[in-house]
């Protein structure tokens, strides 16, 4: 299954955030928590997406072995509708697990009521920060600022002056991914060309789980000329992946080091870097919290300042472009400095 960069944050951000870093394993004390182990259920796409499913089951996975806890691990289903959300949820809530996360917005409606039946239990939500609740932690990260990095990499990279995105669902979160990768771009090269597209108006017409939208996207933007894509879409984004691969453009990766995933083995070539979102560190936190006695609660961000994003520079390829590398490496200094301020919209 996915590996993923479990890099641990340091500080967080955000009003009623606890500390988002963590202490030494050997600091954890059992007697403290009180619970039959980890529940986690995932957005649409499941687990095998090589993406954002797959980094939140690489933090369940550390977190076992390091606390030594049971885990399950609950697949979605097909058009499914809030009620059944909140069936899981409560499902692994009334079954002992703590905390319990919803992986991904769509379960913000879930996680508001399953939490208020259950007071005593700890839920996470990534990719949300409306639920303001006594007993829920909202992880949410700038993917606004690793998609700029991955903009400036794009520009250095094109050949063309030409290039695109392709987001799976158009909602705002992805609006953060194409604001930031259009600005990190036009940083570079003013006049770039920029493609860009949306699989889908909702999760439930598959705009983050159809490899065959993504790569008809691709196929297009490729046709159009562009020779570098960006895809914030789940399992969707493989298809990108594999279309950038047959026409010989390159892709770059998103919320995983999609470099490192085995399922992609066989495009991994064209993969010149991925816009990190350590979902797996945010897991991570949230679990050893609940472990230690000591909830995290209230609005945790990850950004650049705390390794909570970031651009994975796996490919040997993408590292002998010592330009692009440090242009990256520049970018990503003057947003933690405050120099740079990353558009979200």
Known sequence: MAVTVIALAATACGGSSK???????????SGSYSGKGIGLAYDVGGKGDQSFNDAAYAGLQKAE???????????PQDNESDADKVQRLE???QAGYNPVIGVGFAYAPAVKEAAAKFPKITFGIIDDETIKADNVA?????????????????????????????GGVDVPLIHKFEAGFDQGAKSVKPGIKIESQYLTQTPAEGGFASPDKGRDAASGQIDAGADVLYAAAGLSGQGVISEASAKKVWAIGVDSDQYKQSALAKYKDVILGSALKNVGGAVYDLVKS???????????????????VGFADSNPKYQA?????????K??????AGKITVNTK
């Not at 202490?23 to 954890?28: I, L, M, N, V």
């Not at 072995?65 to 697949?75: A, C, N, P, Q, T």
């Not at 998609?147 to 995105?165: C, E, P, Q």
């Open 19 to 29: 500390d988002a870093g963590t202490s030494d394993s050997s600091s954890s004390s």
């Open 91 to 93: 499902q692994l809530a």
């Open 331 to 336: 970018a990503k200094q003057d947003i933690v």
């Open 321 to 329: 472009m010592t330009a692009a590398v440090a242009a990256v490496d």
């Open 138 to 166: 909202d992880l949410v990260f700038h993917e606004e600022q690793s998609s700029y990095l991955a903009g400036v990499a794009a520009a250095k990279a094109t050949k063309k002056n030409h290039i695109g995105f392709i």
């Open 65 to 75: 072995k390091e606390f030594k806890l049971s885990g399950r691990d609950i697949e």
């Open 290 to 308: 609940v472990y230690n006695g000591d909830p995290k609660t209230g609005t945790v961000r990850y950004g650049l300042d705390n390794d909570g």
